[in-house]
T-cell receptor, first 109, second 116 residues
Framework: KNEVEQSPQNLTAQEGEFITINCSYS?????LHWLQQHPGGGIVSLFM???GKKKHGRLIATINIQEKHSSLHITASHPRDSAVYIC???????????FGQGTRLTINP | GAVVSQHPSWVICKSGTSVKIECRSL??????MFWYRQFPKQSLMLMAT?????????EQGVEKDKFLINHASLTLSTLTVTSAHPEDSSFYIC????????????FGDGTRLSIL
């Protein structure tokens, strides 16, 4: 079992739908990243959070440290949101990221 | 936001050639840089962690003589794939972070390497 598990692995939705991607981890962490990787390969860090909730535009990330669970939400989804979303955990006292398998999101117009 | 520039973005070369990939932090001091490899539809695989001014720490199974990493300044790290072979063809991507703990990692746009 991976230390960081994401679900779903693939998600297809219609434009405008509310999207939720889940991430569970089994190790103690100091923080968790949500990353976005577009088809060209470049990776953008969307959020880094260690508690609570963060919001940026239509994106919202939450984390529950007790339950070792984080979610990424996209409101009013758009085709340009189509990408692979990756959660990555940073262990306590570590610098290395432990990656989830990624969620391939496709938003159809 | 912080920017990491990776160059080249795409390279095709003959088997046996050595290829150098550069990773630069443009607006912050990158005390630590990470080099990853990614196969199609798979997650990122950490190859090595590089701290400025010291030898890189390689992950298990990564040949240090094959993948030479240099991090001589706070803004530049290089990965050289020596005597590249077709099986080295992959997507290589770097990330960088600063000295303060719990800073986010900032990623380059990656280099797609194809060895003929």
């Amino acid at each position: 079992k991976n230390e960081v598990e994401q679900s779903p692995q693939n998600l297809t939705a219609q434009e405008g739908e509310f999207i939720t991607i889940n991430c569970s981890y089994s190790v103690g962490i100091s923080a968790l990243h949500w990353l976005q990787q577009h088809p060209g390969g470049g990776i953008v860090s969307l959020f880094m959070l260690s508690s609570g909730k963060k919001k940026h535009g239509r994106l919202i990330a939450t984390i529950n440290i007790q339950e070792k669970h984080s979610s990424l939400h996209i409101t009013a989804s758009h085709p340009r949101d189509s990408a692979v979303y990756i959660c990555a955990a940073i262990g306590r006292g570590a610098q290395k990221l432990v990656f989830g398998q990624g969620t391939r999101l496709t938003i159809n117009p | 936001g912080a920017v990491v520039s990776q160059h080249p973005s795409w390279v095709i070369c003959k088997s046996g050639t050595s290829v150098k990939i550069e990773c630069r932090s443009l607006d912050f001091q990158a005390t630590t840089m990470f080099w990853y490899r990614q196969f199609p539809k798979q997650s990122l695989m950490l190859m090595a962690t590089s701290n400025e001014g010291s030898k890189a720490t390689y992950e298990q199974g990564v040949e240090k003589d094959k993948f030479l990493i240099n991090h001589a300044s706070l803004t530049l790290s290089t990965l050289t794939v020596t005597s590249a072979h077709p099986e080295d063809s992959s997507f290589y991507i770097c990330s960088a972070t600063g000295a303060i703990s719990n800073q986010p990692q900032h990623f380059g746009d990656g280099t797609r390497l194809s060895i003929l």
